[in-house]
């Protein structure tokens, strides 16, 4: 697995500088979690390392590179993963999850009345469909399924995509406590072994999830110091020191002035 490094990235919206000069690496294979107050840039941020910033006519003006350490660009090997479940409403959880192996068809495969999904496509659906605990939900609109059913779905979407980085932005931050504490251990199980960078407003997530823990603030923003809690992920909640912490961070978000060179 590769590292995925931001160099100098800096955004500004007009006379908002969002941030400068930002440097981030997120180690290949691990999950680097990063928290920070509502509109400091934490989906900016995201959106720039997918290469989104300023497709948006907001003219923005955006500068910095996205490098991986294997030397290939980032495009193409990114799936997104977000509060909105995005789930279309009129297709059903199957055809939801295989949507963008449904949207990639070719010409060729149109013009050779090849079916829209091969039977291998539906057979990877279906096993991952399994491992999210979907299976019999197939062929469920979403407007069955409960909050946290539809967020396992947009994981089997992402995890169908099987790209290598996985960028998410609070995907389980709609979910009641126990759903989120269900998914955190799902995706850390199903999407081990990948580049994962979460976003999110729960330090006891992050804590629970993350290799290198990071907090942006500030404006315009800036990265403190990795925390680097010890032990495997998921780790337990009566883990003392990921408790200790989760204090620490608590009292940082509540005071959110910077001052230079903070760590814990
Ligand atoms: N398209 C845009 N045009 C102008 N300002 C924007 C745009 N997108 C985000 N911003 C501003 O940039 C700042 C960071 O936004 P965002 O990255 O969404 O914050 P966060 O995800 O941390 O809540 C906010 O002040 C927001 O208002
Ligand atoms: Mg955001």
């Known amino acids: 697995m590769f590292d995925v490094i931001v160099k100098n990235a800096s955004l500004r919206f007009g006379d908002h500088l969002v941030f400068e000069n930002l440097n981030l690496t997120m180690q290949g294979g691990k999950w680097t979690c990063l928290l920070g107050g ?3 840039g934490k989906t900016s941020l995201l959106r ?6 300023g497709n948006d006519n907001s003219r923005a003006d955006v ?3 996205v490098i991986c350490e294997d030397g290939f660009p980032v495009n193409h090997r990114i799936a ?7 789930l279309l409403p009129w297709f059903t959880v199957l055809e939801n999850i295989t949507l963008g192996q449904r949207l990639r068809r070719t010409w060729g495969d149109r013009l050779k009345r090849r079916p829209l999904l091969s039977g291998e496509t539906t057979d990877q659906a279906m096993s991952i469909l399994e491992k999210v605990g979907l299976s019999d939900k197939a062929d469920v ?3 069955h399924l409960s909050g946290g059913q539809r967020q396992r779905a947009a994981l089997a979407r992402t995890l169908m995509e099987n790209r290598p980085l996985v960028l998410m932005d609070e995907p389980f931050g709609a979910l009641d406590a126990i759903t989120r504490l269900n998914l955190q251990d799902l995706a850390c199980e199903l999407l081990a072994n990948r580049t994962v960078l979460l ?9 629970r999830l993350g290799h290198a823990v990071y907090h942006l603030r500030g404006h315009p923003a800036r990265l403190t110091d990795a925390i680097v809690p010890s032990g495997t992920t998921p780790r337990s909640l009566d883990n003392h020191e990921l408790m200790s912490l ?3 961070l608590l009292d940082r978000l509540r005071h959110e002035s910077f001052s230079e060179g903070d760590s814990v």
């Open 48 to 53: 720039l390392i997918a290469g989104l910033s």
């Open 80 to 86: 997104w993963m977000s509060q909105e479940d995005l």
């Open 141 to 143: 609109l979403p407007q």
């Open 246 to 248: 989760q204090g620490t």
């Open 63 to 65: 500068s910095g590179e």
């Open 199 to 207: 976003i999110t407003h729960d330090p006891l997530e992050a804590l």
């Open 38 to 40: 509502s509109g400091v």
